[in-house]
């Protein structure tokens, strides 16, 4: 597997660029939610796997209450509008920092903790080849409700076919898996790839 195709950063740029004014707003909006309905700070940071293995800090709006969270939370450690954000995934909004910063691209596959690298077979790391998505193939044919080793698989197929073409594809089919709703729900918890814990 080849790493991002040509050109990649550019698309991340010019998207990133006509998106910032409506993200800013809506992002200020969900500031304001946050520090309204419970104490805590409004953003939430966590360690990630990015491209080559690279370990980053992805930028999320905080939506549990603040504290000690496990990975797979309690449904009661999600606050009323963290449940809204997640269901608009408003959530990944501050997201658009770690593109800007070039930790993440706009379409990818979406950035996973280290643990679950540590369970990837050798084809599996081939999803690591890109830089991780604000978006992408998996995330809008079905998300969270498709097992991990399938996730994997789409991700590693849009490794293998990204395109500017297959990024705009993905990003208008993006708008259509936020209003439905598909999968936003938390991983199984009998699935070995989205639990923690020992392999």
């Given at each position: 597997m080849t790493g991002p195709y040509r050109g990649k950063r550019a698309v991340d740029l010019v998207v990133l660029g006509a998106a910032a004014l409506p993200a800013t707003a809506l992002s200020a909006i969900c500031s304001l939610?946050?520090?309204?309905?419970?104490?805590?700070?409004?953003?939430?940071?966590?360690?990630?796997v990015g491209r080559d293995g690279e370990p980053f800090q992805v930028i999320k709006f905080r939506t549990m209450v603040h504290g000690d969270n496990p990975i797979v939370p309690d449904a009661s450690r999600i606050t009323t509008v963290g449940r809204w954000l997640r269901r608009l995934s408003l959530d990944e909004l501050p997201q658009l920092i770690n593109v800007a910063r070039g930790e993440m691209s706009i379409v990818g596959p979406r950035p996973t903790l280290s643990?679950?690298?540590e369970r990837y077979d050798e084809r599996q790391r081939?999803?690591?080849?890109?830089?991780?998505?604000?978006?992408?193939?998996?995330?809008v044919n079905g998300r969270n409700s498709v097992p991990w080793a399938r996730r994997i698989e789409l991700d590693l197929e849009y490794v293998e076919r990204q395109s500017v073409r297959f990024d705009l594809r993905v990003i208008a089919l993006t708008f259509g898996a936020l209003l439905g709703g598909d999968g936003v729900e938390g991983h199984a918890s009998d699935d070995p790839l989205s639990s923690g814990g020992s392999s």
């Amino acid at each position: 597997m080849t790493g991002p195709y040509r050109g990649k950063r550019a698309v991340d740029l010019v998207v990133l660029g006509a998106a910032a004014l409506p993200a800013t707003a809506l992002s200020a909006i969900c500031s304001l939610a946050i520090k309204a309905s419970s104490p805590g700070p409004v953003l939430f940071r966590q360690e990630r796997v990015g491209r080559d293995g690279e370990p980053f800090q992805v930028i999320k709006f905080r939506t549990m209450v603040h504290g000690d969270n496990p990975i797979v939370p309690d449904a009661s450690r999600i606050t009323t509008v963290g449940r809204w954000l997640r269901r608009l995934s408003l959530d990944e909004l501050p997201q658009l920092i770690n593109v800007a910063r070039g930790e993440m691209s706009i379409v990818g596959p979406r950035p996973t903790l280290s643990y679950q690298v540590e369970r990837y077979d050798e084809r599996q790391r081939g999803r690591l080849h890109v830089r991780p998505g604000l978006t992408g193939w998996a995330q809008v044919n079905g998300r969270n409700s498709v097992p991990w080793a399938r996730r994997i698989e789409l991700d590693l197929e849009y490794v293998e076919r990204q395109s500017v073409r297959f990024d705009l594809r993905v990003i208008a089919l993006t708008f259509g898996a936020l209003l439905g709703g598909d999968g936003v729900e938390g991983h199984a918890s009998d699935d070995p790839l989205s639990s923690g814990g020992s392999s």
